[in-house]
Each structure stands twice: as structure tokens, then as C-alpha cells.
């Protein structure tokens, strides 16, 4: 089975900037089109990266320009750069893949953005 184990999380102000991280271990089948969901209280999670099966990156419009998305495939590693934070962007940052997502998650790792 596969485990997901995401940190790099906190407290930033407003403007500041934070990298996540996301180690996969176990049987991983394929470690492609990996990306990185956001769940924000009392809502349900949003994929705001990814990377696409041809290799490419997409965001959504919400952190487009603002986060990018990087991986390790070495050691199994994702990374999301967020710069720019807004309070909007406070919510638990989950990582696993945008297609065919593995049937657990991790506990996720905190963000909070102070205005």
C-alpha cells in the first residue's frame, strides 16, 4: 500500500512564501501526473496543481502564477513553491495523483495565511 507523508506547512503573513513537500513510499505503481489538493474548512478538496500525463504542469486559475510544482522522481517527491500567499490559500494541502488517485491519503500539512 502506498503512504503519502506531506510537510513544509505553517504560518506565513500575507505575501510570504512556503514549499511543500510530499514523500510517496510503498508500492507505487506510477508515480505520474502526481499533484497537490487543498481542502479548506467546512469545504471540499480542489486539485489547484498537477502535473499532466505528457509531463506538462497545469493550476488552476485560483494559484496560477503564483505556485509551481516540482518533483524529485528519484525519491519520489512533490514539491509545491507558493509564493505570493494570500488568506485565501489557507486550507490542509494534500498530495496524490490528479488521475487515478491512490485509495488513501495522508494527513495533509497545515497552510495559514494571516492577513
Known amino acids: 500500500q502506498v503512504q503519502l507523508v506531506e510537510s513544509g506547512g505553517g504560518l506565513v503573513q500575507a505575501g510570504g512564501s512556503l514549499r511543500l513537500s510530499c514523500a510517496a513510499s510503498g508500492s507505487i505503481g506510477s508515480f505520474n501526473a502526481m499533484g497537490w489538493y487543498r481542502q479548506a474548512p467546512g469545504k471540499q478538496s480542489v486539485l489547484v496543481a498537477f502535473f499532466t500525463n505528457g509531463g506538462g504542469t497545469n493550476y488552476a486559475d485560483s494559484v496560477k502564477g503564483r505556485f509551481t510544482i516540482s518533483r524529485y522522481n528519484a525519491k519520489n517527491t512533490v514539491y509545491l513553491q507558493m509564493n505570493s500567499l494570500k488568506p485565501e490559500d489557507t486550507a490542509v494541502y494534500y498530495c496524490?495523483?490528479?488521475?487515478?488517485?491512490?485509495?488513501?491519503w495522508g494527513q495533509g500539512t497545515q497552510v495559514t495565511v494571516s492577513s
Open positions: 496524490n495523483r490528479a488521475q487515478r488517485a491512490f485509495g488513501v
